[in-house]
């Protein structure tokens, strides 16, 4: 008993033009919302209307090669703790609070410069830092 086949065409949705919308509406959502942060607050900063220097009673400098130096002169780094109070405590009976101006270079270590602030600040002293490139 021979059984016919009956061949039933079946309707087909294209969809590749749907996928490609869809994914450009997708990638347009994902930025737009990690650009809209809904807790950020909006406060209206404060403007400087001059640029005003520092006075340079002590300046102390940090190379690439993590070498100190206390104006021009080439410190060790063992000695630099003391000579640094030191010129701190000259500057302070000429006048009431020495600045220490410190020049890092960008090679030169976080860990350095804070040193160097910490020790200031221990001895009373105005700390400006500066990062040069």
Do not use: C, W
């Amino acid at each position: 008993m021979p059984f016919r086949k009956k061949h039933k065409e079946e309707s087909e949705v294209f969809t590749d033009s749907l996928n490609d919308i869809l994914f450009i509406l997708l990638m347009f959502f994902l930025i737009v919302a990690t650009l809209a942060n809904p807790n950020v607050i909006r406060v209206g900063l404060p403007r400087g209307s001059k640029d005003t220097k520092a006075k340079q009673d002590i300046m102390v400098s940090i190379d690439k090669n993590q070498q100190f130096f206390l104006g021009t002169r080439k410190v060790p780094r063992e000695q630099f703790d003391s000579l640094l109070s030191s010129e701190i405590r000259k500057y302070r009976a000429l006048r009431d609070t020495p600045v220490v101006v410190i020049n890092a270079d960008t090679g030169a270590l976080y860990g350095e410069v804070f040193r160097v602030m910490k020790i200031a600040k221990k001895d009373s002293a105005k700390v400006v830092a500066r990062v040069e490139q």
